[in-house]
């Protein structure tokens, strides 16, 4: 071999080493300009967001012009402290942790909130970030060994699971969304010790696997349970098109779910399940090609003549994001030709979303990232309008994709 030849195949092996460190088993395609161009563009647009934004209030969406804002009690609280730090992660800009911090002081209450599941979004996504970020034990360690009991208060040994809403005509309702609370109380028992918190997350996935999902692997939004038995006696929705749908971000937060829960447990069949999962999105005849999926898989079964829906083909960017951060994180687990699809997949879905008509013009959109998310279709709210938490986790895959560039481990745990 002559040495030019040689010196090549070395400079390839360099460049691409740092990529395939920690378990990557496909070369990446995007660049490290690429995504430091996002991150840059991103962490632009957020700040006109951040600069629109009362002290007090938290971004919920921008609708009809204008800006829509809510408490620290509303379940997306979290998201936008959170994408503020992840893009201080990103682009090393001091002026985002500067604005995160100042928005965490009015979140802090939501650790004593007993009355709700999302404190995983609410509290992990933001405090969480701030402690793996910044490593202030003392000030954020407290914050969330609290929040995590306060989580814990909504466990019941005769379900298994968490109870997700305290409303509504459910005997013990959980929704497919409560499996992203669990990374919250597996991180929280690694800061502790206290296994209590480790069991009752993987009793709760373990029981959402069993009941949650049909025979092709897509998930049920809602299952309602026996409060006194455990027994699950309905399978509904709330936010898809009907009971028997897919509703697409129900089943980005399953892939997501399973895909963490296999990372903190080692659990295979969890592993198996975020596959399936992932199997059941990439394959499915109702993905469009630039996979960003229509709000529910199943929109084309609906009558023609329902009124409830006049606008049944919108997409779901929410969904989109999810669905890249979490098959970025499952391409690390899975081998050959699998490992290489999700991985592909998850870059063709950050290109697409990276650009119009889903990356917002500077200025525009509110100041949120991307557009075109749909909240809750069924009940009329947050149409094809932007929403914090398609912005947190499109950054958050962005993120991941930038460490892995830089040759580290795309997960970096909280207690690390």
Known sequence: ??????????????????????????????????????????????????????????????????????????????????TLLYLYEGTKDGELLKKATEKLTYLETEKNNKGTHDLGFMLFCSFGNALRLTGDTQKYEPILRVGANSLASRYSSKTK????????????????????????????????????????????????????????????????????????????THQGAFDESAWARGQGWALYGYTMMYRETKKKEFLKQAQHIAEYILNNPNLPTDLIPYWDFDKDKIAKSDKMYPNKDLRDVSAAALYASAL??????????????????????????????????????????????????????????????????????????????????MIKEINK
């Open 328 to 409: 970025l994180e499952l391409s690390q687990y899975t081998k050959g030709n699998d490992a290489a699809n999700y991985f592909d997949k998850a870059e063709t879905i950050l290109k697409n979303l990276s650009k119009a008509p889903y990356f917002a013009p500077y200025g525009q959109n509110g100041g949120y990232i991307l557009e075109h998310s749909v909240g809750a279709l069924p009940l009329n709210s947050e149409i094809d309008v932007p929403l914090t938490y398609a912005d947190y986790y499109y950054v958050e895959a962005l993120v991941r994709y930038q460490r892995l560039l830089a040759g580290e481990p």
């Open 1 to 82: 071999m002559n040495f030019k030849k040689q010196f090549l195949m070395l400079l390839w092996a360099a460049l691409g080493t740092s990529a395939l460190a920690h378990g990557q088993t496909t070369k990446p395609k995007l660049s490290k300009e690429f995504i430091q161009q996002q991150l840059d563009a991103a962490a632009k647009q957020i700040k006109v967001l951040a600069d629109e934004t009362p002290i007090e209030k938290f971004p919920k969406t921008f609708e009809k012009g204008k800006q829509v804002f809510s408490s620290s009690s509303w379940w997306c609280s979290g998201f936008f402290p959170g």
């Open 161 to 236: 699971t968490i109870r997700s809403w305290d409303h509504g005509s459910w005997q013990y309702p959980v929704i497919i969304d409560n499996m992203m609370n669990l990374e919250f109380l597996t991180q929280v028992s690694k800061i502790t010790g206290d296994k209590k918190f480790y069991d009752i997350a993987v009793s709760h996935a373990e029981t959402t696997l069993k009941n949650h999902f049909r025979n092709d692997y897509s998930s049920y939004h809602v299952i309602d349970y026996d409060k006194n038995t455990g027994k699950a006696i309905g399978k509904k």
